[in-house]
């Protein structure tokens, strides 16, 4: 699939090692440089995305509730 983005996926060997061997270094590069972007699978644990998740739907709805513009958005800066 040309326009598809690249998927690494970790050996057990390297999850185990928290370190990428030679080839998907490589293949990660590749993507990188070719499409701009590579997507690194099972890297980050699921719960801790979903306590993020959690953390940041909170505080967006603070922002949407106190119409906060936060980090100068939409504040006319010279």
Same mark, same amino acid.
């Given at each position: ?9 970790p050996?057990?060997?390297? /999850?185990?090692?928290?370190?990428? *061997? ?5 293949? =990660?590069?590749?993507? @990188? ?13 699921? /719960?801790?995305?979903?306590?993020? *998740?959690?953390?940041m739907?909170?505080? =967006?709805d603070?922002? @949407? ?13 010279k």
């Amino acid at each position: 699939m040309p326009n598809a983005a690249r998927l690494i996926y970790p050996t057990t060997e390297e /999850s185990a090692a928290a370190l990428y *061997n030679a080839q998907n270094i490589t293949s =990660a590069l590749e993507a @990188l440089h070719q499409d701009g972007f590579v997507v690194l699978k099972s890297v980050v644990n699921v /719960s801790h995305i979903h306590k993020i *998740n959690e953390y940041m739907r909170v505080e =967006a709805d603070d922002l @949407l509730q106190r119409n906060a513009k936060p980090f100068n958005q939409g504040v006319n800066c010279k």
